[in-house]
Nanobody
Framework: QVQLVESGGGLVQPGDSLRLSCVVS????????VAWFRQAPGKEREFVQG????????YVGRSVKGRFTISRDNTKNTVYLQMNSLKPEDTATYTC???????????????WGQGAQVTVSS
């Protein structure tokens, strides 16, 4: 059974940093690209960042470019999302997903986690 489990969400103030983790089990982790998506209430799901199977390629969503960084540790079956200079508009549920190939479309992802809430508020 494939599982993706996010952790690291929480309530922070504008300008703060947060790191999300996504631990993957039940598949051959280093055969899969992993991406982070986010969705705020009343808004469509948005691609945040994605990383290919060996970490040599990443895609970055326009709204987080220069502030967020994705990385992976294939020895730990884990993908990280480092979020710096957080803004109130970053408030959303962040979900990681796995696919055979790196893509910005959520339709290409076969496996999804349950999500982690990130709230940025003063």
């Amino acid at each position: 059974q494939v599982q993706l489990v996010e952790s690291g969400g929480g309530l922070v103030q504008p300008g703060d940093s947060l790191r999300l983790s996504c631990v993957v089990s039940g598949l051959t982790f280093n055969n899969y690209a992993v991406a982070w998506f986010r969705q705020a209430p009343g808004k469509e799901r948005e691609f945040v960042q994605g990383i290919n199977w060996d970490g040599t390629a990443t895609y970055v969503g326009r709204s987080v470019k220069g502030r967020f960084t994705i990385s992976r540790d294939n020895t730990k079956n884990t993908v990280y999302l480092q979020m710096n200079s957080l803004k109130p508009e970053d408030t959303a549920t962040y979900t990681c997903a796995a696919a055979e190939y790196l893509d910005m479309s959520p339709a290409q992802y076969n496996y999804w986690g349950q999500g982690a809430q990130v709230t940025v508020s003063s």
